[in-house]
């Protein structure tokens, strides 16, 4: 059997359906880093995506926009959300199909970020690998789809190992791989900004900002007022805003002398902005506590931050709690400023506050060498390598 290059191999990256290509999001995201990987490693590939999109996307990568966003959809035709999403949905299957078929010679591989498009799955192409991409909590519709899909013949893949142990064990096994996201290190900056002594420390939050509060932004700030009495410290709250009653909301009390909102942060600015921090604050939690009850009132686990990934390259050392396992922070060594959210349930909150902050005391006098904390963050060139090597490991086994 002649050994397939990655020249001859077209990869079709389906992009969230729900939002363009972008700078923020996980998914979102991916599709653009993975594309430009890929493309490096020497793949002819297309991104099958939204109109409009944000970011960088090398010349090499072919951008096929395939409708419009779900919000212009609705705007436009004044349907509701569910309507809007399935429209996306399709769109991007469809257009792929068309695609496969004009150029049945070659060989294609599929990389779909989304489970909208799994019903569509065998209608594709006969012979192609399918591979879909789990960057969402798992639920037990979407576990049931995954599992239609595998039946097909798609693989899925899990971006962390503590994802895939936790499908597994609530769910049934169902991942095939893993494969770990990565940050592109060049568009942050190499230039770092070093704790000095006794100087007040600056924490700060880069995530965006959601009605349930899944990125604890109101445990930072709480957290940082703990640590005040303890060490002059500040914070600063940066992130997009889903809309003005969600700012006043959950940002506006937050907000003093010392903790301020500095916008949405993107590119150059967001790669000065961390830099210039001394601790990062990641405390993700599931949504909505209510202390009175003593619970959460919605379920989120992050997947594979790429924000902890993109501080800790910067040099900035992120307190995070063990949401979705804080898997960049025990990559890179740094489980001990991981705080565990259960001790809001057997401790209370203010324990849980208490020892966010005296992490965030202990990560701003935290002594590492930079090249080797990088050594421990995954980049887009790593993601780039492993997908190349499981895209032609499938074509080799047809």
Known sequence: MK?????????????????????????????????????????????YGQENPQGDIAESVTYMETSPTTDEIMARDKVCLRKAINETGVAAPLRLSM???KTSNRNWVVI???TISAPLAPLIA???????????????HTYTIYERARASGAKVIAIADYQRETVAAHFGT????????????????????????????????LSRIETTDIKGIRFAAMAVEKLRAMHPASLTIAGPVQ???????LVGPCLNAHTTYVGEKRGNDKAAYISDLHVGAALSNPGDWDDRRGDFGSWFAEGNS???????????????????GAEPMVDAGLENFVVPLDIIQTEGL???????????????????ALPELRSRVRTTEDVGRDYGEYILSLLGSQ
């Open 3 to 47: 050994k397939i290059e990655c020249g001859e191999v077209t990869v079709a990256i389906m992009a969230t359906p729900k939002s363009p290509v972008g700078e923020t999001g996980g998914g979102e995201v991916f599709s653009g880093t993975l594309a430009n990987a890929l493309a490096g490693q020497g793949f002819p590939v297309r991104i």
């Open 99 to 101: 695609d496969i078929a």
């Open 112 to 114: 779909d970020n989304d």
């Open 126 to 140: 006969q012979n192609i690998p399918h591979i879909f991409v789990q960057h969402s909590n798992m639920t037990p």
């Open 174 to 205: 169902l991942h095939d791989a893993t494969i770990k996201n990565g940050i592109d290190v060049r568009k942050l900056s190499q230039q770092t900004v070093p704790y000095q002594w006794g100087e007040p420390i600056r924490v700060g939050t």
């Open 243 to 249: 809309d003005r009653s969600v700012y006043d909301a």
């Open 306 to 324: 790429l924000a902890l990934h993109e501080m800790i390259y910067s040099g900035t050392v992120p307190v995070s709690t063990d949401s979705g």
């Open 350 to 368: 203010d324990a849980f506050i208490c020892l966010a902050a005296q992490r965030m005391l202990e990560a701003a006098y935290y002594s590492i």
